[in-house]
T-cell receptor
Framework: DAGVIQSPRHEVTEMGQEVTLRCKPISGHNSLFWYRQTMMRGLELLIYFNNNVPIDDSGMPEDRFSAKMPNASFSTLKIQPSEPRDSAVYFC??????????????FGPGTRLTVL | AQKVTQAQTEISVVEKEDVTLDCVYETRDTTYYLFWYKQPPSGELVFLIRRNSFDEQNEISGRYSWNFQKSTSSFNFTITASQVVDSAVYFCALSEVLNTDKLIFGTGTRLQVFP
């Protein structure tokens, strides 16, 4: 079975450019999470969706960040315009059933973003 | 407020040593879940174990064991006879029943096992 798929795996861009990260959750999973990992701040939850609906975006750093989930098998995280401080590894994770206690999250391989 | 603390930032051991990674959590819920994830150098996070708050039995899986103690709000992870392949960052996480979709992660413990 395919796990969570993220693309690209690596992205290098210049400050001010738009960046779009993509995620395909595990088929049949109904919750999707976007995380950011940096040395300074560790693993931070940015936003999550249940059944394609954004539930909690309190972790999104600022208006430059936006996330969408147009259908059950695809989500994007967009940064526009990007800044050097956005450099991090961005993880997507999915889990089976919203609201089910003890849900395990399955993580993708991450996208390493470098903003020059 | 919910919180997970992994006080050990980095641990170094020599192969075959036993090592324990500490995890202390805070929650107001009486029902919650605790998790351990492993992040090897390749970068992906790998699920290791889940425990619910009503099950305080220790768990053993091969060289891995987990000690859950509600009295001290701890969920510690021990690797017996460590191997170089155990080198990774290990994260402890908490999920509360009232907010089941979110995992609250600790800051992680980097384990280096030297040959």
């Amino acid at each position: 079975d395919a796990g969570v798929i993220q693309s690209p795996r690596h992205e290098v861009t210049e400050m001010g450019q738009e960046v779009t990260l993509r995620c395909k959750p595990i088929s049949g999973h109904n919750s999707l999470f976007w995380y950011r990992q940096t040395m300074m701040r560790g693993l931070e939850l940015l936003i999550y969706f249940n059944n394609n609906v954004p539930i909690d975006d309190s972790g999104m750093p600022e208006d430059r960040f936006s996330a969408k989930m147009p259908n059950a098998s695809f989500s994007t995280l967009k940064i526009q315009p990007s800044e050097p401080r956005d450099s991090a590894v961005y993880f997507c994770a999915s889990s089976p059933k919203p609201g089910l206690a003890g849900n395990e999250q399955f993580f993708g391989p991450g996208t390493r973003l470098t903003v020059l | 407020a919910q919180k997970v603390t992994q006080a050990q930032t980095e641990i170094s051991v020599v192969e075959k040593e036993d090592v324990t990674l500490d995890c202390v959590y805070e929650t107001r819920d009486t029902t919650y879940y605790l998790f351990w994830y492993k992040q090897p150098p390749s970068g992906e996070l790998v699920f290791l174990i889940r425990r619910n708050s009503f099950d305080e039995q220790n768990e053993i899986s091969g060289r891995y064991s987990w000690n859950f103690q509600k009295s001290t709000s701890s969920f510690n992870f021990t690797i017996t006879a460590s191997q170089v392949v155990d080198s990774a960052v290990y994260f402890c996480a908490l999920s509360e029943v009232l907010n089941t979709d979110k995992l609250i992660f600790g800051t992680g413990t980097r384990l280096q096992v030297f040959p």
